[in-house]
């Protein structure tokens, strides 16, 4: 499955966005996916995962402020995140797997380019 994510951009503190990944190619419905993101100099963290039956996980650096979704005829994962603070600055990438969601970016083979989130103060 090849990924695309799209969405990101330069918001303000507060704003809200909603990042979406796009799938092609394979049955997309069978697939766990994440959302990672990494700041410079810092590791690829996730921040919120879905799994094929739409079980969700959530980083604690971003519960109650996001919500990650798929709609599996448009093939499309999304994630909405609001009350963005400046911490949240980072590219943002999307990844899918085969069987549950996992924590660890290492667990996902299929990744997509990243998005650029910069959230100004």
């Known amino acids: 499955v090849q990924l695309q994510a799209s969405g990101g951009g330069l918001v303000q503190t507060g704003d809200s966005l909603r990042l979406s990944c796009a799938a092609s190619g394979r049955t997309f419905s069978g697939y766990a996916v994440g959302w990672f993101r990494q700041a410079p100099g810092a590791e690829r963290d996730v921040v919120a995962a879905i799994s094929s039956g739409d079980v969700t996980y959530y980083a604690d650096s971003v519960k109650g402020r996001a919500t990650i979704s798929r709609d599996n005829t448009k093939k499309t994962v999304y994630l909405q995140v609001s009350r963005l603070k400046p911490e949240d600055t980072a590219i943002y990438y999307c990844?899918?797997?085969?069987?549950?969601?996992?924590?660890?970016?290492?667990?996902?083979?299929?990744w997509g380019h990243g998005t650029q989130v910069t959230v100004s103060s």
């Open positions: 990844a899918a797997r085969v069987g549950s969601y996992m924590y660890s970016s290492a667990e996902y083979d299929n």
